[in-house]
Every structure is written in structure tokens, then in C-alpha cells.
């Protein structure tokens, strides 16, 4: 039972240009939704999040966006830059789950090509 | 500051030993999370601590599974008896304990079982 899905295993972006990652949940009872980028060999490490309350939030090159009735979000990335080359994981958490549980998707690998 | 800290980072063991992970949460986090992610996998969560005691114990695999946390700090997860399917990463993350407060997470232990 995939509560949180990335469909997309990897993509490839050239430098400079924007990354668009996706995600998408089927429990509506998630309300706060986070980013996490992993590199090789390290934990991840939050980027960032967004409550349902809200349907966009912006920290410099990064914005979450999210679709609540299509249980879609996704993460914007630009320009995007060589060090942003590593697997992101999306996150989301509701009361049901038990007040801490993360429930992570699978991840998608992006490149960025310079 | 100093971050969350695993141990080992690596273990090789042979099918049937009984292993021992620990993680040192960051210093005033209450939180504490052990997640696991199998080649090619997202992170499954397997326990959640807040301070001492475990309210959800939900994700771990079987009985063979067992962790416990001391003095609100440390924790150990341990395998008895381990199998090949128990080979994947260890995860352990902290956070200051409100549902909407980042995982910091750790490096990991990769985890082989021969």
C-alpha cells in the first residue's frame, strides 16, 4: 500500500534550466507535506515543506506546489545547478498516521547535465 | 552543532548472528525515528520515540526487531537472528518532537547480511 508515489525513477535536466519533480498521495488525510534531498552515502536533509492550508511556498530556487484535490504536489527547482544532482523524496505526514509518522515516497534521482 | 551520529557505519554479518545499530540523536531533540530503505526502495519507518517511550512501533517487520531508547538520548535497534531480506540502510533521525519540525537524519548503516 503506496500511500506516497513518485512515479518518475529519474530525470534528467540540462543546467540552467527548470526541474520539476512530481508526487502524488492517495491518503487525504495528510495535511503537511516535505521535500528531502539525499546524497550518496549521507542521510537526506529537509528542504522543504508546505501545510494543506497552502497551495504554494517558495524558499529561494526551490517551490512546492500543491494540489490538494488532485493529491498531486510537486517541487520546482530553478535554475537548476549541478549541485542540485541527487535523490529527492517526498514526504507527508497527517494525524491518522500517528502524530510523527513520515510516510516517504520512493524517491526520483535527478541529473543535472551541464 | 553536531549532527545526528550512526554506528557503525557499515556491518557485514552472517544470516542467523543477532546485530546491534546505534544512533546519538542531536542534543535537546525529544524525537526519535529509525527508518530503513532497501535497494531501490523509499524509507520504510519502522519506530518512532518520543523521549523514552515508543508510541509507535507500527513499522517494525517482526519480532526478530527490537529497539529501545535511554536516558531520552541513545538508541539501539536490534536484529536477532537476521535474515538476508533484513539487508538495506538504517536511518535514525531526530527532531525537537512537534509533528511539523524537520527530521534531522543520520548517515546510515548499511547493513549486509551474507
Known amino acids: 500500500d503506496q500511500q506516497v508515489k513518485q512515479n518518475s525513477p529519474s530525470l534528467s535536466v540540462q543546467e540552467g534550466r527548470i526541474s520539476i519533480l512530481n508526487c502524488d498521495y492517495t491518503?487525504?488525510?495528510?495535511?503537511?507535506f516535505l521535500w528531502y534531498k539525499k546524497y550518496p552515502a549521507e542521510g537526506p536533509t529537509f528542504l522543504i515543506s508546505i501545510s494543506s492550508i497552502k497551495d504554494k511556498n517558495e524558499d529561494g530556487r526551490f517551490t512546492v506546489f500543491l494540489n490538494k484535490s488532485a493529491k498531486h504536489l510537486s517541487l520546482h527547482i530553478v535554475p537548476s545547478q549541478p549541485g542540485d544532482s541527487a535523490v529527492y523524496f517526498c514526504a507527508a505526514s497527517g494525524v491518522t498516521q500517528g502524530a510523527q509518522k513520515l510516510v516517504f515516497g520512493q524517491g526520483t534521482r535527478l541529473t543535472i547535465n551541464p | 552543532g553536531a549532527g545526528v551520529s550512526q554506528s557503525p557505519s557499515n556491518k557485514v554479518t552472517e544470516k542467523g548472528k543477532d546485530v546491534e545499530l546505534r544512533c546519538d540523536p542531536i542534543?535537546?531533540?525529544?524525537?526519535l525515528y529509525w527508518y530503513r530503505q532497501s535497494l531501490g526502495q523509499g524509507l520504510e519507518f519502522l519506530i518512532y520515540?518520543?523521549?523514552?517511550?515508543?508510541?509507535?512501533k507500527s513499522g517494525l517487520p517482526s519480532d526478530r526487531f527490537s529497539a529501545e531508547r535511554t536516558g531520552g538520548s541513545v538508541s539501539t535497534l536490534t536484529i536477532q537472528r537476521t535474515q538476508q531480506e533484513d539487508s538495506a540502510v538504517y536511518l535514525c533521525?531526530?527532531?525537537?518532537?512537534?509533528?511539523?519540525?524537520?527530521?534531522?537524519f543520520g548517515n546510515g548503516t548499511r547493513l549486509t547480511v551474507t
Open positions: 491518503n487525504s488525510m495528510f495535511d503537511y
Open positions: 542534543s535537546g531533540h525529544t524525537a
Open positions: 533521525a531526530s527532531s525537537l518532537g512537534d509533528r511539523r519540525s524537520p527530521l534531522h
Open positions: 520515540f518520543q523521549g523514552n517511550s515508543a508510541p509507535d
